[in-house]
């Protein structure tokens, strides 16, 4: 069974740091492109970004409104993914989601539980 | 790159068929068939229930459909029943990025 477990969020103030986690397990993560998905409260599903996997080159492509200040990362001899969230906004307040993408489909096939980040002072 | 435009809501009575409409531009829906719809219940993580523009993933219902002219997606839910109740996005490819819709409200009268 697929199970993506998210952790690190929290209450953080403006400009603050945050770095996100994500335990995967039940596939074979090296071989999977993963993704990052946020929902603000209320609001609809917004794409952070994703990262291949290390045999097509390893390298994460972001949303505009992130770049620069967020790095998705992973380590595969642990089956972790890695959001790291720098310069955070009150804008940034949203339940962050983990996600396998399929790059042949364009579907994110598998999510976790997501894990809320407050920026608020 | 701007959010695809979704009806904010849409409504229906157990039994009827309904659609969700997903326009986007030359840019994402109208250049690929990388088009694929989420169903959201309350507090719950999006499900997906459409690939590709038309395929669903094993264990989805038959009764969800999907389908893709020129820059607008669709999603037809038939047979409504109760549990099909929750908030719908549509989500395409748009070359090295992702754009999602803003979400559709699916109330089951």
């Known amino acids: 069974e697929v199970q993506l477990v998210e952790s690190g969020g929290g209450l953080v103030k403006p400009g603050g740091s945050l770095r996100l986690s994500c335990a995967a397990s039940?596939?074979?993560?090296?071989?999977?492109?993963m993704s990052w998905v946020r929902q603000a409260p209320g609001k609809g599903l917004e794409w952070i970004g994703r990262?291949?996997?290390?045999?097509?080159?390893?390298?994460?492509d972001y949303a505009a409104p992130v770049k620069g200040r967020f790095t998705i990362s992973r380590d595969d001899s642990t089956n972790t993914l890695y959001l790291q969230v720098n310069s955070l906004k009150t804008e940034d307040t949203a339940v962050y989601y983990c996600t396998t993408y399929n790059y042949a489909t364009g579907g994110f096939e598998y999510w976790g539980q997501g894990t809320l980040v407050t920026v608020s002072s | 790159q701007s959010a695809l435009t979704q009806p904010a809501s849409v409504s229906g009575s157990p039994g009827q068929s309904i659609t969700i409409s997903c326009t986007g531009t030359s840019s994402d829906v109208g250049s690929y068939n990388l088009v694929s719809w989420y169903q959201q219940h309350p507090g719950k993580a999006p499900k997906l229930i459409i690939y590709e523009v038309s395929k669903r993933p094993s264990g989805v219902s038959s009764r969800f459909s999907g389908s893709k002219s020129g820059n607008t997606a669709s999603l037809t839910i038939s047979g409504l029943q109760a549990e099909d109740e929750a908030d719908f996005y549509c989500c395409s490819y748009a070359g090295n990025s992702l754009v999602f819709g803003g979400g559709t409200k699916l109330t089951v009268l």
């Open positions: 039940g596939f074979t993560f090296s071989n999977a492109w």
């Open positions: 990262i291949k996997r290390k045999t097509d080159g390893g390298t994460a």
